[in-house]
């Protein structure tokens, strides 16, 4: 929407004071994107990558040439410069696909899932290059299904679930939605998850959530000394425990219970309620 | 101005893509004129048993020689017969494909030719080999100028005259079949370079990256429309260079290359639009792909590109009057086969295809979606 790929439903999208289905030529000019699924000119090389958007961009001819060179430079791809980009590996593509889109300068870039299915290499140094480009001054919006990610990265996150926004704040204000206490985190064989579930429910009033073999639940702040209590039961009920802990919450858990721990495979909810990311 | 650099842009992408897939670009556009051009040659070839009607009136020793000399080859089946207009009969109604009537003046030379020759329009590459086979029987026994061949039109069906050229019965199949062939690389080229790369940018994503640009919309197309323009030139030269090196001529010569190339690149617009009109409706290839098959054939049967227009039944002659390829055809029989192209022609054939261009490009603008709900 932001983006005029899609027309709003209702109400109006500004972007510096400019409203964005009147000025969509000014607002294009001040946004990037870089698709989830790498998009790049497979036929073209790394450089005419980069001309065709520079001139679909309107960057003047002598701009063109200087930014052009500074993008391969920062895409780390000066020696591959006139190889056709379907050669490139997906780091390498990816590499090309976020200087591409932001060869206008973009003020706002849109980042969506832009680690998926990179090896962990990539991964940390695209984080990187994602500080660094928030450092220099252009506000990021990023989607993404890895949770670390987002907490590393961003300084505000908003969950979204059926298309509504349900939490929304910096990481640690969002964490705090999973509680203040600590997060109970018990594996067991997979058949004994549901007696272990109503054993927690019966004995100590705590509502867990099971994901496979793994159970989830919250201790209140100050109930913290029922974890060596409910240890001592499960080896009094004989449940065979793989592995028992508590931790102060991560997003993950806020996540599963803001969302509920059920698979998202109906229609248009494959992303399992995906967590929308943005910074500052 | 920005809508035309815009479309400069692209276009320029569209012939970068075009350019890194050469080589399949160009075996794509070589192979069917090769396999069209080359099997219908080698049917002209094998024409046996053509069955003739021979009506002698002159009945004398030479004109039996003459008669013996059309059987004694396995080129033609004699059937005499006395009454020539019992002979027509049998020509209208298809039983045979040629009447061959010998006058009493033969073997001399009287105010006519003493040997006529009626054929049906229907068996080109019977036609063109038989003719000159008959003609050199003649030739041997008495003159070579004592012989006359005219088309036979039966009196019942009076829409199939001689005054439309379009013929292709008084010059030679192949290259009837040539012209046509030029017209149905374009189409070919045309629908698979515009409409086929739209839908694979609809699916692999990069519309929407071209989408987010400050563009005109309008120039996603008409870069493809203009690349497609050009690609057409590059096809019309393949199938030419192939289409004089398997021995077919151009009887208008350069002159003709150049009307070619006028018809050729309206063509190559007209169905660039319609491909992308189609493509901006459709989700995904093999949709399309049926879409290509099922209409590209059919507009080449219908515009007469493998048998002429006036072999039609009055119906698909009607139907071949809306496509844009009827025009284009017809323009590349003058130069090709009459080595004329009347002015009155040049003008109806480049106008139509002009409209028919810009009108479909202009609904394709129309149709295309600049969003992507």
């Known amino acids: ?280 | 101005m920005s809508l035309l650099s815009d479309s400069i842009s692209l276009y320029k992408r569209e012939m970068l893509i075009f350019r890194a897939n050469i080589r399949s670009n160009v075996v794509r556009t070589a192979i069917f004129p090769f396999v069209i051009l080359i099997f219908f040659s080698f049917l002209g070839a094998a024409v046996t048993n053509v069955p003739v009607a021979v009506v002698n009136y002159a009945n004398n020793p030479q004109s039996a020689q003459l008669v013996d000399s059309f059987s004694s080859q396995n080129l033609m089946q004699v059937y005499s017969v006395t009454d020539e207009s019992q002979a027509l009969a049998m020509l209208g109604a298809g039983n045979i494909d040629f009447v061959i009537v010998i006058l009493p003046t033969f073997p001399s030379l009287g105010p006519v030719p003493a040997v006529q020759v009626y054929y049906n329009n229907v068996q080109f590459s019977t036609t063109e080999v038989v003719l000159p086979a008959i003609q050199q029987d003649v030739a041997e026994l008495s003159s070579k100028n004592n012989f006359q061949s005219q088309q036979y039109l039966p009196p019942s069906n009076p829409a199939a005259s001689l005054d439309t050229p379009v013929t292709g019965a008084n010059g030679d199949y192949e290259d009837f079949l040539f012209s046509g062939v030029i017209g149905m690389i374009i189409v070919f080229g045309a629908i698979f370079s515009s409409g086929l790369s739209l839908i694979t940018d609809k699916l692999g994503g990069n519309i929407k990256t071209f989408l987010i640009t400050p563009i005109n919309k309008s120039a996603i197309l008409l870069g493809r429309v203009f690349s497609s323009a050009v690609q057409s030139i590059f096809s019309i030269a393949i199938v030419i260079v192939i289409g004089l090196l398997l021995g077919n001529t151009i009887a208008m010569g350069a002159e003709g290359i150049f009307w070619i190339l006028v018809l050729g690149i309206l063509l190559s617009v007209c169905m660039s639009a319609i491909s992308l009109i189609v493509a901006s409706r459709l989700k995904n290839l093999q949709a399309f792909q049926i879409f290509g098959q099922t209409i590209a054939l059919p507009l080449w049967f219908i515009s007469g590109g493998i048998f002429p227009v006036s072999s039609f039944p009055p119906v698909l002659q009607a139907v071949s009057i809306f496509d844009p390829m009827t025009y284009a055809l017809n323009g590349f029989r003058f130069v090709v086969l009459e080595g004329v192209y009347p002015l009155a022609s040049i003008v109806t054939d480049v106008s139509v295809l002009a409209i028919f261009a810009i009108v479909t490009t202009a609904i394709s603008i129309r149709m295309f979606k600049s969003t992507i709900d």
Request: proline share 2%.
């Open chain 1, 1 to 280: 929407m932001l983006l005029t790929l899609l027309n709003p439903t209702s109400g109006r999208i500004t972007v510096d004071g400019l409203d964005v289905t009147k000025n969509h030529e000014k607002v294009k000019k001040l946004m990037g994107l870089m698709t989830q699924e790498t998009v790049v000119e497979a036929d073209l090389t790394a450089r005419q990558n980069l001309e065709l958007f520079a001139h679909l961009y309107h960057i003047t001819a002598e701009q063109r040439e200087k930014r052009i060179k500074e993008a391969l430079g920062e895409a780390e791809l000066e020696k591959f410069a006139d190889v056709k980009a379907g050669t490139f590996s997906g780091g390498m593509q990816r590499r090309l696909g976020l200087v591409r889109a932001m060869i206008q300068e973009p003020r706002i870039l849109v980042l969506d899932e832009p680690t998926t299915g990179l090896d962990v290499q990539n991964r940390t140094t695209m984080w990187g290059r994602i500080k660094q480009m928030n450092k220099s001054g252009t506000t990021i919006l990023l989607t993404t299904q890895y949770l670390e990610e987002a907490d590393e990265l961003c300084d505000r996150i908003a969950i979204i679930d059926h298309g509504k926004v349900i939490a929304l704040g910096t990481p640690s204000e969002v964490k705090r939605i999973a509680g203040t206490g600590r997060v109970l985190e018990v594996i067991v064989k997979p058949e004994d998850t549901a007696r272990v579930l109503s054993l927690l429910k019966s004995r100590f009033g705590l509502s867990g959530a099971a994901k496979g073999d793994r159970i989830i639940a919250a201790l209140e702040k100050g109930s913290e000394s029922e974890f060596t209590k409910i240890s001592a039961m499960l080896d009094r009920e004989k449940v065979t425990v793989l592995s028992i802990g508590a931790h102060l919450p991560t997003l993950d858990d806020v996540f599963i219970k803001l969302t509920g721990s059920g698979m998202r495979d109906a229609s248009g909810e494959m992303q399992g309620g995906r967590a929308n990311m943005r910074w500052r």
